[in-house]
């Protein structure tokens, strides 16, 4: 793997919460929000976002497959083994709500497996960042990398998953999805465990919060589309999770002809 383009995308996602923040932080910006064509609401901070990070990416060999830029036809894709799949600004919802729950998601996929992965938080200034060989780790208080070397950003960060003790068998769901299916899902291990926790959070940060040891589980019985878990998906395996199907065995599969994601469980990983 090459390991210079983990620097690459820290770098890029950096870079797009600064610009997230200075929209987010100026009392005056009204966010542009628009419309896109499945409803889901689209803000200028998005776009900066989205610019920023093909920036940087576009110095690598590698295509970029990001929910804000142009989607080629699985025809053209399906011939990349390696692609970026980013979402620049994940947590529109909450972006616009002002609870601070959203995050910049960047991830390496290789033969539909994504081997590196890079959240940002820019509100919080947490970072996520993970390779399949070097682990997976978190950074706290991060807004520049100003020169440090990958070995250097190791060192200083914490190394996932946290061994957390927590009596609890702790649940984490979406803020603002919680489905039927995914109520359900909660009875029955409320049924496998004496006592049960629920927490709520947005965007990735779910996902991060299994890989960090934070919580035992993340079912999503909702739709979701490929950029939204790529990265978490990365940080998960790299931290010894994995993201499954529901009701399978398999886990979920990157640069598909329907960039749609099937519901799914992130848990530890099953022997």
């Known amino acids: 793997m090459e390991r210079q383009y983990i620097l690459d995308a820290i770098d890029a996602a950096l870079c797009a919460g600064k610009d997230?923040?200075?929209?987010?932080?100026?009392?005056?910006?009204?966010?542009?929000?628009?419309?896109?064509?499945?409803?889901?609401?689209?803000?200028?901070?998005?776009?900066?976002?989205?610019?920023?990070?093909?920036?940087y990416l576009q110095k690598t060999p590698y295509p970029l497959l990001s929910e804000e830029g142009k989607h080629?036809?699985?025809?053209?894709?399906?011939?990349?083994?390696?692609?970026?799949?980013?979402?620049?600004?994940?947590?529109?919802?909450?972006?616009?709500?002002?609870?601070?729950?959203?995050?910049?998601?960047?991830?390496?996929?290789?033969?539909?497996?994504?081997?590196?992965?890079?959240?940002?938080?820019?509100?919080k200034r947490e970072l996520y960042f993970a390779e399949e060989t070097l682990g997976a780790y978190k950074l706290s208080d991060f807004t520049a990398r100003s020169g440090a070397s990958l070995?250097?950003?190791?060192?200083?960060?914490?190394?996932?998953?946290?061994?957390?003790?927590?009596?609890?068998?702790?649940?984490?769901?979406?803020?603002?999805h919680l489905s039927p299916e995914t109520e359900d899902?909660?009875?029955?291990?409320?049924?496998?465990?004496?006592?049960?926790?629920?927490?709520?959070?947005?965007?990735?940060i779910k996902i991060c919060l299994v890989a960090e040891g934070k919580a035992d589980v993340y079912p999503r019985f909702a739709p979701t589309m490929e950029w939204d878990t790529a990265a978490g998906h990365a940080i998960a395996r790299a931290a010894g999770m994995e993201v499954?199907?529901?009701?399978?065995?398999?886990?979920?599969?990157?640069n598909k002809e329907d960039l749609l994601n099937p519901w799914f469980i992130v848990e530890p990983r099953r022997n």
């Open 185 to 204: 899902y909660i009875e029955k291990m409320k049924r496998c465990h004496s006592d049960v926790e629920l927490i709520s959070s947005g965007s990735s």
């Open 72 to 123: 080629l036809p699985y025809t053209e894709r399906c011939a990349w083994t390696t692609l970026w799949i980013v979402d620049p600004l994940d947590g529109t919802k909450e972006f616009i709500k002002r609870n601070g729950e959203f995050t910049v998601n960047i991830a390496l996929v290789r033969n539909s497996v994504p081997v590196m992965g890079v959240i940002y938080l820019p509100v």
């Open 244 to 254: 499954y199907q529901a009701g399978k065995e398999e886990p979920l599969q990157y």
């Open 20 to 55: 997230i923040l200075s929209i987010y932080n100026d009392p005056t910006s009204d966010f542009q929000i628009e419309k896109k064509a499945d409803n889901s609401p689209l803000t200028i901070a998005d776009k900066k976002a989205h610019a920023a990070i093909a920036g």
């Open 151 to 176: 070995e250097e950003l190791m060192a200083k960060a914490v190394h996932l998953p946290i061994k957390d003790n927590h009596d609890k068998f702790v649940i984490v769901a979406s803020r603002s």
